[in-house]
């Protein structure tokens, strides 16, 4: 029999409402796991719903592999653990938290609570219930040693935020939009944009509208992307350069005082020190430091000043590059001087249901110090609210001394290939006492554990889209039970913490209280207990799931009587950063061995539409896309350096080498090579067709790394390019060796 059941995708943050076909046979006994009598549940389809009233039926191409996803041959479905020889043996989950929890309190007692570390990569942001818990146990143990991907590629968003001062309402809308600037983010493939830009929920039809409407488009990005297509100006600025591009673009806008003045007069401070100190960005200066004509960039100031609504927001590829604080800075300055606030009486586009309160004041929310966490031992850096600096974990589990990490539990991330520095983080990943992976396939992270746990996967688990929840383009409520019944020894995320916490006798509270460690607990209480102080209670965003709310949209308050805050927006830091970019040359001083004549060419970051970052490539599906993360090129440079599409080349940085497939695009800048990050293994010979290449290997921590948040230079990265000429076996006296 089958039975279509609705939930939503998980693959990627965009949350679309799916439709799942599911298989069984009816007369088998329901059950919780594969035993004997255990009722078998089969995805055989997935689609998009077209009457969603958000989506209307849109999926992607990723989503719509889920089926092979929960059930793909070589999907982990028993716990692993590494024994004395180094090799994998199926344990259970019982038991390998058993010994998880004793190790873990052994390090605890020896090192303190510090030294336990967890890190949150991408895939569990998806699950909704996995950061609640994940907070909670480091609470219950008093380990601040908490650390996710947002500060591996954009940390910046908080950063310029809590030192700039931040709207307490928001930026505009998108949907009233009439000028978006997109710097950086292409969310065509990504799905996902900054606030106030265009979502992944429905795309391309909302893009379409946008443009019918009358909506301008600006995009800064070196390559024509797939929203640079539809761009009113394209600015095809050099890797590195954003800092200075925006620069100028403030520079047109306060000199010809195209600027929100009134706004301006009442909410922006050090407006006169940030006119001097961009003065010498002229459209001149920008023209020859960005490459781009000088008259673009006059023509993109006056068409975002112009207005009247709409804003400017940055991605990966900028928030990634040297520089990246500076230039978060500068993108959220655009907004600031020309008012793309919400304002008293202004309708919220998401509805923020899974937050707590409603109220959202016309106001500004004070500067603070940008970096006031946790210190680092290291570097003199500090974490971030509540987080660490991922950055810099690497050296935090090979520097000695006290406080040093001894035990790292990585959860829906891939370390080897994702974090910078690729050398160093094998190295630390060996380092570690006790490595855990929850995972549901051996990825090359994997491969270094003790432990490698698999979990539960979307389909088989309750959840709501928290990370979209505050990026919807309506105010627009989701909720999901599970609807497939998993197979083997699997355990949730939320239920590895839970198991270690209780065998460690230590608490997990959670916004609406502590979390039974007593064996009761399940996804739905996890739900009530994670989000228990939100907007609208679960109850009711599960008799609402998959509807739009908008007579409960959240409207902006006025500001509250007296003095208020102001922006900030020339401290100190930033004259003096923006003074040292207008000395460079390249964008790349920053880093150690760097010289512009043995790297003259620019690596950027991309994003691929049929992957997230390090998983997907292993579904049949979506492999017959492509297996590798191509080094795309322009067509002029692949002839120069003599190489034609599906070459192989040597790409060398200051601090590394990869080998990647060389592909053509004229979509792509001059001196500029694209790639996809997360990618290959963690060996230097790995076969780059079948698996791509980590670009990871290519960066470095040790210099040129952001000095408020540890950001390393993972995009606009100098490198060299040649043609790679493989060794060719020698022969061995008395043997023949095969011709290639």
């Given at each position: 029999?089958?039975?279509?059941?609705?939930?939503?995708?998980?693959?990627?943050?965009?949350?679309?409402?799916?439709?799942?076909?599911?298989?069984?046979?009816?007369?088998?006994?329901?059950?919780?796991?594969?035993?004997?009598?255990?009722?078998?549940?089969?995805?055989?389809?997935?689609?998009?719903?077209?009457?969603?009233?958000?989506?209307?039926?849109?999926?992607?191409?990723?989503?719509?592999?889920?089926?092979?996803?929960?059930?793909?041959?070589?999907?982990?479905?028993?716990?692993?653990?590494?024994?004395?020889?180094?090799?994998?043996?199926?344990?259970?989950?019982?038991?390998?938290?058993?010994?998880?929890?004793?190790?873990?309190?052994?390090?605890?007692?020896?090192?303190?609570?510090?030294?336990?570390?967890?890190?949150?990569?991408?895939?569990?942001?998806?699950?909704?219930?996995?950061?609640?818990?994940?907070?909670?146990?480091?609470?219950?143990?008093?380990?601040?040693?908490?650390?996710?991907?947002?500060?591996?590629?954009?940390?910046?968003?908080?950063?310029?935020?809590?030192?700039?001062?931040?709207?307490?309402?928001?930026?505009?809308?998108?949907?009233?939009?009439?000028?978006?600037?997109?710097?950086?983010?292409?969310?065509?493939?990504?799905?996902?944009?900054?606030?106030?830009?265009?979502?992944?929920?429905?795309?391309?039809?909302?893009?379409?509208?946008?443009?019918?409407?009358?909506?301008?488009?600006?995009?800064?990005?070196?390559?024509?992307?797939?929203?640079?297509?539809?761009?009113?100006?394209?600015?095809?600025?050099?890797?590195?350069?954003?800092?200075?591009?925006?620069?100028?673009?403030?520079?047109?806008?306060?000199?010809?005082?195209?600027?929100?003045?009134?706004?301006?007069?009442?909410?922006?401070?050090?407006?006169?020190?940030?006119?001097?100190?961009?003065?010498?960005?002229?459209?001149?200066?920008?023209?020859?430091?960005?490459?781009?004509?000088?008259?673009?960039?006059?023509?993109?100031?006056?068409?975002?000043?112009?207005?009247?609504?709409?804003?400017?927001?940055?991605?990966?590829?900028?928030?990634?590059?040297?520089?990246?604080?500076?230039?978060?800075?500068?993108?959220?300055?655009?907004?600031?001087?020309?008012?793309?606030?919400?304002?008293?009486?202004?309708?919220?586009?998401?509805?923020?249901?899974?937050?707590?309160?409603?109220?959202?004041?016309?106001?500004?929310?004070?500067?603070?110090?940008?970096?006031?966490?946790?210190?680092?031992?290291?570097?003199?850096?500090?974490?971030?609210?509540?987080?660490?600096?991922?950055?810099?974990?690497?050296?935090?589990?090979?520097?000695?001394?006290?406080?040093?990490?001894?035990?790292?539990?990585?959860?829906?991330?891939?370390?080897?290939?994702?974090?910078?520095?690729?050398?160093?983080?094998?190295?630390?990943?060996?380092?570690?006492?006790?490595?855990?992976?929850?995972?549901?396939?051996?990825?090359?992270?994997?491969?270094?554990?003790?432990?490698?746990?698999?979990?539960?996967?979307?389909?088989?688990?309750?959840?709501?889209?928290?990370?979209?929840?505050?990026?919807?383009?309506?105010?627009?409520?989701?909720?999901?039970?599970?609807?497939?019944?998993?197979?083997?020894?699997?355990?949730?995320?939320?239920?590895?913490?839970?198991?270690?916490?209780?065998?460690?006798?230590?608490?997990?509270?959670?916004?609406?209280?502590?979390?039974?460690?007593?064996?009761?607990?399940?996804?739905?209480?996890?739900?009530?207990?994670?989000?228990?102080?939100?907007?609208?209670?679960?109850?009711?965003i599960r008799s609402k799931r998959s509807t739009i709310q908008e007579h409960l949209a959240i409207t902006v308050m006025a500001a509250t009587p007296g003095p208020h805050a102001r922006f900030a927006v020339a401290p100190p830091d930033v004259i003096a950063e923006l003074s040292v970019v207008s000395t460079e040359q390249t964008g790349a001083e920053v880093i150690d061995g760097f010289d512009p004549d043995s790297f003259p060419f620019r690596l950027i970051s991309r994003r691929l539409k049929h992957v997230l970052n390090s998983l997907g490539r292993e579904l049949p599906g979506?492999?017959?896309?492509?297996?590798?993360?191509?080094?795309?090129?322009?067509?002029?440079?692949?002839?120069?350096?003599?190489?034609?599409?599906?070459?192989?080349?040597?790409?060398?940085?200051?601090?590394?080498s990869i080998i990647g497939v060389a592909e053509s695009s004229d979509t792509i800048k001059r001196n500029v090579v694209s790639m996809a990050h997360s990618w290959g293994g963690s060996v230097t010979d790995e076969h780059v067709r079948e698996h791509g290449s980590p670009t990871n290997r290519l960066c470095t921590v040790d210099s040129g790394y952001d000095p408020l948040n540890g950001m390393a230079v993972q995009s606009a990265i100098p490198v060299s390019i040649r043609r790679h000429e493989p060794v060719q076996p020698q022969p061995q006296p008395g043997r023949r060796v095969?011709?290639?």
């Amino acid at each position: 029999m089958i039975e279509t059941r609705e939930t939503f995708c998980r693959f990627c943050h965009a949350a679309c409402p799916i439709e799942v076909d599911v298989e069984f046979n009816a007369g088998a006994v329901t059950g919780a796991g594969a035993g004997a009598g255990a009722r078998v549940e089969t995805a055989v389809a997935v689609r998009g719903i077209p009457d969603d009233p958000l989506f209307e039926g849109y999926t992607c191409i990723k989503g719509r592999q889920l089926a092979d996803q929960h059930h793909a041959p070589d999907r982990l479905r028993a716990p692993l653990r590494r024994d004395s020889h180094g090799t994998f043996q199926p344990t259970t989950s019982g038991d390998a938290l058993d010994d998880i929890a004793t190790r873990i309190g052994e390090i605890i007692a020896r090192y303190g609570p510090r030294a336990v570390a967890s890190y949150t990569g991408t895939g569990a942001f998806q699950n909704s219930i996995s950061m609640p818990a994940t907070v909670a146990f480091h609470a219950g143990i008093d380990s601040p040693s908490f650390y996710t991907s947002i500060t591996i590629d954009q940390p910046a968003h908080l950063t310029a935020r809590l030192r700039m001062g931040a709207w307490e309402a928001g930026w505009q809308n998108f949907r009233d939009a009439d000028v978006l600037m997109a710097i950086g983010y292409n969310p065509l493939v990504s799905s996902y944009a900054p606030s106030g830009g265009l979502q992944g929920t429905n795309p391309f039809v909302t893009l379409r509208r946008a443009k019918a409407r009358g909506m301008k488009l600006i995009v800064i990005d070196p390559r024509r992307s797939e929203l640079a297509t539809s761009a009113d100006v394209w600015l095809q600025v050099k890797p590195g350069e954003d800092p200075t591009l925006l620069a100028g673009l403030i520079n047109v806008i306060l000199s010809e005082r195209l600027h929100d003045i009134d706004f301006c007069n009442e909410w922006v401070a050090q407006l006169g020190e940030l006119t001097a100190a961009v003065a010498s960005f002229t459209p001149e200066v920008v023209s020859a430091r960005c490459e781009v004509d000088a008259d673009l960039v006059v023509e993109a100031a006056r068409l975002f000043a112009a207005g009247p609504r709409g804003t400017a927001g940055t991605g990966t590829g900028p928030n990634m590059a040297p520089h990246s604080t500076l230039m978060e800075h500068l993108a959220l300055t655009l907004n600031a001087i020309c008012g793309r606030v919400n304002r008293e009486g202004d309708r919220l586009e998401s509805g923020s249901f899974l937050n707590p309160g409603d109220t959202r004041r016309a106001q500004v929310s004070a500067p603070s110090d940008p970096a006031p966490g946790t210190p680092h031992r290291v570097k003199g850096l500090k974490g971030m609210p509540g987080e660490m600096l991922t950055n810099v974990l690497a050296e935090e589990i090979m520097e000695p001394g006290e406080g040093r990490v001894r035990c790292l539990i990585v959860c829906g991330g891939n370390p080897v290939v994702a974090f910078p520095d690729q050398h160093k983080t094998i190295a630390a990943m060996r380092d570690l006492e006790l490595l855990v992976v929850i995972d549901h396939r051996m990825t090359a992270t994997a491969e270094l554990a003790q432990y490698v746990l698999p979990p539960r996967l979307e389909l088989e688990r309750a959840d709501v889209p928290t990370v979209m929840d505050r990026r919807f383009a309506a105010p627009y409520v989701s909720y999901t039970p599970a609807v497939l019944v998993p197979e083997g020894d699997l355990l949730s995320e939320w239920e590895v913490f839970a198991g270690i916490a209780a065998r460690l006798g230590t608490k997990m509270p959670l916004a609406g209280g502590d979390l039974p460690l007593d064996g009761t607990a399940n996804d739905e209480m996890m739900l009530d207990l994670a989000y228990g102080n939100s907007r609208m209670p679960m109850a009711e965003i599960r008799s609402k799931r998959s509807t739009i709310q908008e007579h409960l949209a959240i409207t902006v308050m006025a500001a509250t009587p007296g003095p208020h805050a102001r922006f900030a927006v020339a401290p100190p830091d930033v004259i003096a950063e923006l003074s040292v970019v207008s000395t460079e040359q390249t964008g790349a001083e920053v880093i150690d061995g760097f010289d512009p004549d043995s790297f003259p060419f620019r690596l950027i970051s991309r994003r691929l539409k049929h992957v997230l970052n390090s998983l997907g490539r292993e579904l049949p599906g979506l492999a017959r896309v492509g297996t590798t993360n191509a080094a795309y090129m322009h067509p002029h440079d692949m002839a120069v350096i003599g190489v034609e599409t599906g070459d192989l080349i040597e790409i060398s940085s200051p601090s590394g080498s990869i080998i990647g497939v060389a592909e053509s695009s004229d979509t792509i800048k001059r001196n500029v090579v694209s790639m996809a990050h997360s990618w290959g293994g963690s060996v230097t010979d790995e076969h780059v067709r079948e698996h791509g290449s980590p670009t990871n290997r290519l960066c470095t921590v040790d210099s040129g790394y952001d000095p408020l948040n540890g950001m390393a230079v993972q995009s606009a990265i100098p490198v060299s390019i040649r043609r790679h000429e493989p060794v060719q076996p020698q022969p061995q006296p008395g043997r023949r060796v095969a011709s290639p």
